[in-house]
């Protein structure tokens, strides 16, 4: 079965990159499927970052996208994240997923996220 | 750009059934077949229990249901027990390259 795992350095200085891993165990991430991250605010709820597929194309939420950068190690079997500038609001759990995407309507539309990562606390402080 | 919007809390009690809203608009939940719920228990990862509206995942039992009617989707949890006691959030796609969370709903079992 599909697990997803999230490794990273649980603190960021502000202003700095925080960067985060997602090792895929039980599936070949060159096989295909996008691939995912979500954050959670302590207290609040899920926001999309953004999503990658193996071959390159990509789909980042808007509001994030200038600070975002994802990249697919195949050879390591694992995804990875970079977010750039961070401050306190950047402050929360990221997640890692499987996504699911569906060709319609011209564009690969998201379908769903399955499964998820157990997820890991980023704190952006000084 | 807001969140697709949940009711804060919702709750029932043992055994009964409850009904959880996702509003939307006409070019989120209104357009796309894609909404999906999660359940979330506390300090846990998110777990998909509909996709598509109102397919099941295996394993997710058939006390979830999902539907959609206009710009407003709903999960209904029939004949509730004490491990649905959670968040819950729904998600859409908003435009061919977005895609949102609702706010979450908190679902107490009384």
């Known amino acids: 079965q599909v697990q997803l795992q999230e490794s990273g350095p649980g603190l960021a200085r502000p202003s700095e990159t925080l960067s985060l891993t997602c090792m895929v165990s039980g599936y070949s991430i060159s096989s295909g499927y996008y691939w995912g991250w979500i954050r959670q605010p302590p207290g609040e709820g899920l926001e999309w970052i953004g999503s990658?597929?193996?071959?390159?194309?990509?789909y980042y939420n808007p509001s994030l996208k200038s600070r975002v950068t994802m990249s697919v190690d195949t050879f390591n079997n694992h995804f990875s994240l970079k977010l750039s500038s961070v401050t306190a609001a950047d402050t929360a759990v990221y997640f890692c997923?499987?996504?699911?995407?569906?060709?319609?309507?011209?564009?690969?539309?998201?379908?769903?996220?399955?499964?998820w990562g157990q997820g890991t606390l980023v704190t952006v402080s000084s | 750009q807001s969140a697709l919007t949940q009711p804060p809390s919702a709750s029932g009690s043992l055994g009964q059934s409850v009904t959880i809203s996702c509003s939307g608009t006409?070019?989120?939940?209104?357009?796309?077949?894609?909404v999906s719920w999660y359940q979330q228990h506390p300090g846990k990862a998110p777990k998909l229990i509909i996709y598509e509206v109102n397919r099941r995942p295996s394993g997710v039992p058939d006390r979830f249901s999902g539907s959609k009617s206009g710009n407003t989707a709903t999960l209904t949890v029939s004949g509730l027990q004490v491990e649905d006691e959670a968040e819950y959030y729904c998600?859409?796609?908003?435009?061919?390259?977005?895609?949102?969370f609702g706010g979450g709903t908190k679902l107490t079992v009384l």
């Open positions: 998600s859409s796609n908003v435009g061919t390259n977005n895609l949102m």
């Open positions: 990658l597929h193996q071959s390159g194309n990509s």
């Open positions: 006409s070019s989120d939940v209104g357009y796309y077949k894609y």
């Open positions: 997923a499987r996504e699911w995407r569906h060709y319609d309507s011209g564009a690969y539309l998201h379908g769903r996220f399955d499964p």
